[in-house]
């Protein structure tokens, strides 16, 4: 019940990290959950997954570093590559196994800066990850997300921008997807800062300030176009 989205604006200079908050539907009631976790030795994690094994890893992880003296940013991901395998060793791949191999654990990102330049990591289930170059979306509708920034997406966008498209991927994903909410939990990566947006005065808020606005101009947008759809062809 999850989709995250993550991309890199101004050339590189910095990188937004996306996800919706819908956590369970019970009889038309939708309650929703925080995705996106700013990490105390500045890392930004997000996961689509069991929310279960989420908080296992995170907890590995954050106990792991807190022990070591020096910690390198590429430790970092080697530390969520163990972690995240010895999870999959333990509930896929021993002779109990308690999952089928159809369902996944967990896909995450993982987003950090080093030297004050974003860097976007793609983690899988069985521990093994790899850099993001420019997008990626994972969790339920990627597909249709990537498609969406395959046609909009270009290096260059400007902070705003990529705002805004990381927003209009996430209310398209969530008009063809039941499990996928609209109020986006919003990070960002830009010079020295990690900024999860939601964090405001010492709650976290799905309902971000001036969220509406945008998506009713994303609404009228939509409207222009499938007018002009319907009238031009």
């Not at 009631?29 to 994690?45: A, P, T, W």
């Not at 997300?145 to 927003?167: C, E, H, M, R, W």
């Not at 398209?172 to 830009?190: N, R």
């Not at 005065?201 to 947008?221: N, T, V, Y």
Request: proline share 2%; aromatic share 12%.
């Amino acid at each position: 019940m999850t989709c995250i989205i993550s991309m890199y604006y101004d050339n590189g200079k910095g990188a937004l990290v996306i996800s919706d908050s819908l956590y369970d539907i019970i009889d038309h009631n939708y309650s929703q959950i925080q995705k996106v976790f700013s990490l105390d030795f500045g890392v930004v994690f997000a996961a689509a997954g069991y929310m279960g094994i989420r908080d296992k890893l995170i907890e590995k992880v954050i106990k792991t570093i807190r022990v070591k003296k020096e910690i390198e940013y590429s430790d970092i991901i080697d530390i969520f590559e163990d972690k995240m395998a010895d999870l999959y060793n333990r509930y896929k791949n021993s002779e109990q196994t308690r999952f089928d191999d159809k369902e996944v654990l967990l896909t995450g990102v993982i987003g950090f800066l080093e030297d004050n330049i974003p860097n976007l990591y793609c983690l899988h289930e069985d521990g093994y990850s790899w850099k993001v170059n420019d997008f990626y979306v994972v969790g339920r509708g990627s597909e249709y997300g990537v498609g969406i920034l395959k046609n909009l997406y270009t290096p260059d966008i400007s902070f705003k921008q990529a705002l805004n498209l990381g927003i209009y991927t996430l209310l398209e994903v969530a008009k063809v997807d039941l499990f996928v909410d609209t109020s986006p939990q919003i990070c960002v990566l830009h010079d020295e800062e990690i900024v999860l947006q939601n964090n405001l005065s010492g709650k976290f808020l799905f309902d971000l300030p001036g969220l509406q606005a945008k998506k009713q101009l994303i609404k009228e947008i939509n409207e222009i176009q499938r007018k002009t759809f319907y009238d031009e062809i």
